[in-house]
């Protein structure tokens, strides 16, 4: 197991000493950097967790899937999180886990996690994120409610009870019920029975004697600007205000105890001495789920919203808790209760922003405002522009240089900034980017003296792409190939031209038998993150339609991966039409539940664009 985790994150490429000794891995710290010990204990985690909850322990049936995915997605955090807590690795599942679950679950044609498996057909399609992130979001959750000791002896009760043999989702509430004073299933079964989850919406109120109450309630949270009022989740409610203490005025942040949010409504009182101010001037505010750990959206009133903006600004929030506002406020503005304006502006004012988990997930904001800026040539240059400015104060911060005793979210932020300023053509990065790329290639494509750090090598060969439009470029990247440390980031930036006709290119080249089964789609999807070839993908895709199904439609889940990449950046009537049209003609592809979400998908991006185009247009013509 530990050997095909460091073959997959490419564990002998400037790893330093990475050996095996009587079953043992032994990395060198000084030669090793924290990113690359956390990749291989993560993957070694997920393996080793897959041992115990699919193994030892077998789910029944294909239903119940989520008790070996999800439970090995939870474990590998919470494994390397007690042996390296350094890594702040529940800070990174917030990013990579939760957000992305709440993303897809947000959808109509979402599935609840615990799914009805009735053919074979069915298998490959709950292979996605609702089994695995959703499942080990929900875990976590529970975890939180439970604390440690208490599940840690439900989860060996559970082993114990089950071990070679079968259990389902029952069995694993029995056991956890079984050491602790709550009844498990009631709280949880909403949650894994049932499509979604909710928005928990929050103002204050003044009572007669002049303290203030918090009123929070909750309903269904939909993409597709719907609610099922009728569906009620036992929700873990935990809050940390900042208040005013009445005996000196200091200003003191207050986690009130947590509850169980079983009604529509609730009212929260504030401890006795603490006055709240609803002025941003006064640096109150109430936050909601602090550490982002219960599965909800949340959405404030408007003088609560202005104060946590401000406690954005300051940074008086840790990193997760800003990660989560802001995530919260992007998810409004897709569910149709946000103002798209109103949040570049905030992000506009974000000066001082440091943190990588914030900077990635406005990344994946920008990534999907595609659809609205990419509906003419000039609005996506300005748009460009706009990212430009907020970011380059953060990279002029950090600087491009790694610094002795570095985090690794320092230099994977540093990362993220010189990718996402080099792509969207940011002279500075592109001339300094691609001067290390011909530094380290050399002119005839071989690799020379000049090395490029690890962290930055695929930044470096996207936006040498993305910065020089001809053949050249491609060709040196394709010389790598053969390099297998390299051969990931090489396909993951072919991608990024400016040329149509390389795109073409780089389209024709993933049908080449060079390339495995899964290389090709990743190939694909880097060619969809470019505004020239979402309509050359699509093309292409149709096409070769006969040749994918030969690859992919007997299983892998690759078909799923590929339908979604090649349709998510669509946002007009007449690709909406496209879509449904070729796939009606094509039953033959089976993902039914993967187009369906392709469809809506698009639908809503069409809906956001048709709302928001105009005022996006205006105010970006006004800042940039």
């Keep these: 197991l530990i050997a095909l985790a460091c073959l997959s994150v490419g564990a002998m490429e400037n790893w330093g000493l990475v050996t095996f000794r009587e079953n043992s891995l032994l990395v060198d710290p000084a030669t090793s950097s924290n990113a690359q010990l956390q990749a291989v204990a993560t993957i070694v985690a997920h393996e080793i967790s897959h041992q115990w909850f699919g193994n030892l322990v077998t789910m029944r049936w294909w239903s119940d899937l989520w008790l070996n995915e999800g439970f090995a997605t939870f474990m590998q955090y919470y494994a390397i999180h007690d042996i390296f807590p350094q890594f702040l690795l529940w800070d990174q599942f917030c990013s990579d886990v939760l957000i992305p679950s709440l993303q897809l679950d947000a959808l109509e044609n979402s599935h609840p996690i615990h799914v009805e498996v009735n053919n074979p057909h069915e298998i490959d399609e709950i292979f996605d994120k609702i089994s695995y992130r959703k499942g080990a979001s929900v875990i976590r959750m529970l975890h939180s409610?439970?604390?440690?000791?208490?599940?840690?002896?439900?989860?060996?009760?559970?082993?114990?009870?089950?071990?070679?043999?079968?259990?389902?989702?029952?069995?694993?509430?029995?056991?956890?019920?079984?050491?602790?004073?709550?009844?498990?299933?009631?709280?949880?079964?909403?949650?894994?029975?049932?499509?979604?989850?909710?928005?928990?919406?929050?103002?204050?109120?003044?009572?007669?004697?002049?303290?203030?109450?918090?009123?929070?309630?909750?309903?269904?949270?939909?993409?597709?600007?719907?609610?099922?009022?009728?569906?009620?989740?036992?929700?873990?409610?935990?809050?940390?205000?900042?208040?005013?203490?009445?005996?000196?005025?200091?200003?003191?942040?207050?986690?009130?105890?947590?509850?169980?949010?079983?009604?529509?409504?609730?009212?929260?009182?504030?401890?006795?001495?603490?006055?709240?101010?609803?002025?941003?001037?006064?640096?109150?505010?109430?936050?909601?789920?602090?550490?982002?750990?219960?599965?909800?959206?949340?959405?404030?009133?408007?003088?609560?919203?202005?104060?946590?903006?401000?406690?954005?600004?300051?940074?008086?929030?840790?990193?997760?808790?800003?990660?989560?506002?802001?995530?919260?406020?992007?998810?409004?503005?897709?569910?149709?209760?946000?103002?798209?304006?109103?949040?570049?502006?905030?992000?506009?004012?974000?000066?001082?922003?440091?943190?990588?988990?914030?900077?990635?997930?406005?990344?994946?904001?920008?990534?999907?405002?595609?659809?609205?800026?990419?509906?003419?040539?000039?609005?996506?240059?300005?748009?460009?522009?706009?990212?430009?400015?907020?970011?380059?104060?953060?990279?002029?911060?950090?600087?491009?240089?790694?610094?002795?005793?570095?985090?690794?979210?320092?230099?994977?932020?540093?990362?993220?900034?010189?990718?996402?300023?080099?792509?969207?053509?940011?002279?500075?990065?592109?001339?300094?980017?691609?001067?290390?790329?011909?530094?380290?290639?050399?002119?005839?494509?071989?690799?020379?003296?000049?090395?490029?750090?690890?962290?930055?090598?695929?930044?470096?060969?996207?936006?040498?792409?993305?910065?020089?439009?001809?053949?050249?470029?491609?060709?040196?990247?394709?010389?790598?190939?053969?390099?297998?440390?390299?051969r990931s980031r090489v396909l993951h930036s072919l991608g990024y031209s400016r040329n149509k006709d390389v795109l073409v290119r780089v389209l024709e080249f993933s049908l080449s038998p060079r390339l495995r089964d899964q290389e090709a789609v990743m190939v694909i999807e880097s060619v969809c993150q470019n505004r020239l070839g979402v309509s050359i993908a699509w093309e292409f895709f149709r096409e070769h339609i006969k040749e994918f199904l030969a690859r992919y439609g007997h299983g892998l889940f690759l078909m799923s991966k590929l339908i979604k990449c090649v349709t998510e950046n669509f946002s007009t009537e007449e690709e909406l039409t496209s879509v449904s049209e070729f796939f009606a003609q094509h039953p033959e592809i089976g993902c039914e539940r993967t187009i369906r979400q392709a469809k809506e998908n698009v639908s809503l991006n069409l809906y956001w664009k048709n709302r928001d185009l105009d005022s996006v247009a205006t105010f970006l013509h006004s800042n940039t």
Excluded at 168 to 193: F, G, H, I, P, Y
Excluded at 201 to 216: E, F
Excluded at 285 to 296: D, L
Excluded at 433 to 441: A, G, I, P, V
């Design 145 to 486: 409610v439970l604390g440690e000791e208490v599940f840690k002896k439900g989860i060996r009760t559970y082993m114990q009870s089950y071990k070679y043999s079968n259990a389902c989702t029952q069995d694993l509430w029995k056991s956890l019920r079984s050491v602790s004073s709550l009844d498990v299933a009631t709280l949880m079964d909403c949650w894994v029975n049932n499509v979604g989850f909710p928005i928990i919406k929050v103002s204050l109120n003044t009572r007669t004697g002049g303290d203030p109450v918090i009123i929070v309630s909750q309903e269904r949270f939909s993409a597709a600007h719907k609610c099922n009022d009728g569906l009620l989740w036992r929700v873990p409610i935990s809050v940390c205000v900042q208040v005013i203490r009445a005996e000196d005025g200091a200003v003191n942040q207050v986690t009130l105890p947590t509850v169980i949010l079983a009604e529509r409504s609730l009212e929260l009182s504030l401890p006795p001495g603490l006055r709240f101010s609803p002025k941003p001037s006064e640096r109150c505010f109430v936050k909601m789920n602090p550490g982002f750990v219960s599965y909800y959206r949340t959405e404030y009133s408007r003088e609560l919203s202005l104060c946590l903006e401000k406690g954005i600004a300051d940074q008086s929030l840790p990193p997760v808790d800003r990660l989560s506002t802001l995530e919260d406020k992007v998810s409004l503005v897709l569910g149709d209760l946000g103002n798209t304006v109103a949040l570049m502006r905030l992000i506009s004012q974000l000066n001082s922003e440091d943190s990588f988990l914030v900077w990635k997930n406005l990344s994946s904001f920008f990534h999907v405002l595609r659809c609205i800026v990419w509906s003419s040539e000039d609005l996506s240059e300005r748009f460009d522009r706009f990212v430009i400015a907020v970011m380059v104060p953060c990279l002029e911060r950090i600087g491009w240089s790694k610094m002795s005793g570095e985090s690794h979210l320092r230099s994977m932020l540093r990362g993220l900034l010189i990718c996402q300023l080099g792509t969207r053509g940011c002279h500075m990065v592109e001339s300094r980017c691609q001067s290390l790329f011909n530094s380290w290639l050399g002119e005839a494509g071989e690799i020379e003296s000049c090395e490029v750090e690890p962290g930055l090598r695929e930044v470096v060969m996207k936006v040498a792409m993305a910065s020089c439009s001809q053949h050249q470029t491609l060709d040196s990247l394709l010389k790598l190939l053969d390099v297998p440390q390299e």
